[in-house]
C-alpha cells in the first residue's frame, strides 16, 4: 500500500512539476501562504532569511502574516475572553478570527485553512509534500487555552500537530510547517533535485555526508567517496542510508 501511496505522490510531484513550468512562464506566483496570528512578531525571524527569504525574491511563494487584534471590533483590541465552562485559562475569541478568515476568503479560493493545535494529525514530510502541491494556504495559529471550538467546526479544513508536546501558541508550528512546504517548492531551492533526497522522502534517512579536509586529525573520511566512481559512490549511499535507517528508525522501514 505505502508502495502505492509512494508512487502517486511521485506522480502528482510529477504533475505539478509541469504546472509549475507552465506557471513559470506565465510568470505567476506558485504559492500564497496566509497566516493568522495574535503575535505576528513571534513569524519575523523564521521567515525572513536563508531559503524561505530567497523563494520569496524570487517570487516562487507570497507569505502574508496577519494580526488578528487588527479584526477585533473591540475598543482594547480584545482578542480572548473566558471560557464558559470555567475553569484556568483564555480562550480566542470567535468574531475577530472569522473576520480575519473571511477578509482572505472573500478575496480568493484557498485550498486548505490549517490550524496549529496539539491535538491535530501529526505533521510528517507526507503532509508537506501534499501541501507544497496547493496554491493558496491560511494558517490560524492557536494561542490560550483554545480557540472557540465553532471556528473548527466550520472553517478548519485540516489541524496539524507538530509532535505530542505542548507549545505556548502555534506560531513556531506554523513556521515549522511554513518552512518544510516552502523548500520543497520547485525554484526555492538552487538544487532542485536536493529536496528529494531528504531524509524521509522514500522512508530512508539520509546517508552520512562528509567535506574537506578529506583527513582531520586522523578522522578519515570513507575511502569510496574519494574513489571519483559515480555508480559505486551512489551503492555505498544507498546501503548507509537502509543502515543507518535499520540502527536508528526501524519504524520507517516497516511503514
Ligand atoms: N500549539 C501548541 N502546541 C502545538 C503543537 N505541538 N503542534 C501544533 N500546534 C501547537
Not at 487584534?69 to 470555567?86: I, L, T
Not at 507544497?132 to 483554545?146: Q, R, V
Not at 473548527?152 to 513556531?172: A, C
Request: hydrophobic share 40%; with cysteine; aromatic share 8%.
Amino acid at each position: 500500500m505505502s508502495f502505492v501511496n509512494d508512487l502517486s505522490s511521485s506522480f502528482s510531484i510529477f504533475l505539478h512539476h509541469l504546472h509549475v513550468m507552465y506557471t513559470f512562464t506565465q510568470n505567476l506566483e506558485l504559492m500564497r501562504i496566509d497566516i493568522l496570528t495574535v503575535v505576528p512578531e513571534l513569524l519575523e525571524s523564521p521567515l525572513n532569511h536563508s531559503i524561505i527569504q530567497r523563494a520569496k525574491d524570487k517570487g516562487v511563494v507570497e507569505i502574508h502574516i496577519h494580526n488578528i487584534r487588527d479584526f477585533s471590533e473591540d475598543k482594547h483590541n480584545k482578542v480572548d475572553d473566558y471560557a464558559f465552562s470555567g475553569g484556568a485559562g483564555m480562550v480566542m475569541r470567535l468574531e475577530p478570527v472569522v473576520k480575519a478568515i473571511e477578509h482572505l476568503t472573500n478575496q480568493r479560493k484557498y485550498d486548505e485553512i490549517i490550524f496549529t493545535t496539539p491535538d491535530g494529525e501529526q505533521f510528517e514530510q507526507k503532509t508537506a509534500n501534499t501541501l507544497s502541491l496547493k496554491e493558496n494556504i491560511i494558517i490560524l495559529c492557536g494561542h490560550y487555552k483554545g480557540i472557540d471550538q465553532r471556528i473548527r467546526d466550520h472553517f478548519i479544513t485540516k489541524e496539524i500537530s507538530i509532535g505530542d508536546f505542548v507549545l505556548t501558541g502555534g506560531e513556531l508550528a506554523a513556521a515549522v510547517i511554513t518552512d518544510s512546504v516552502v523548500r520543497l517548492i520547485p525554484g526555492a531551492m538552487n538544487d532542485e533535485t536536493s529536496a528529494l533526497t531528504d531524509s524521509f522522502q522514500d522512508n530512508l534517512l539520509s546517508p552520512p555526508i562528509y567535506t574537506r579536509p578529506a583527513e582531520f586529525r586522523g578522522w578519515k573520511v570513507p575511502e569510496i567517496l574519494l574513489s571519483g566512481d559515480h555508480k559505486k559512490i551512489e551503492q555505498w549511499q544507498e546501503e548507509q542510508a537502509y543502515l543507518r535507517t535499520k540502527k536508528l528508525r526501524p519504524d520507517l522501514l516497516d511503514e
